[in-house]
């Protein structure tokens, strides 16, 4: 599922599906700006997660919120 949202407007998005969304912004995810949401306590679709693209501090980040799963 891709979102995307406009620089200081409020943004909201409702997960129908069950599992893990890995989510960043755009400008600062260099700077380790990402996050996940865990829908339904679904850990199904982790291993793609783990694969996802991450840059600069967010590829630690990425490891240690996948780790606290």
Avoid: Q, R, W
Wanted: glycine share 10%; aromatic share 8%; hydrophobic share 35%.
């Amino acid at each position: 599922m891709k979102f995307k949202s406009k620089n200081g407007k409020e943004a909201k998005i409702t997960f129908d599906t069950p599992g893990i969304y890995y989510y960043l912004c755009t400008p600062h995810k260099g700077m380790g700006m990402i996050g996940l949401v865990v829908v339904s306590d679904n850990l199904s679709n982790i291993e793609n997660v783990k694969k996802a693209k991450a840059y600069g501090k967010s590829k630690k980040k990425l490891k240690k919120l996948l780790a606290g799963l």
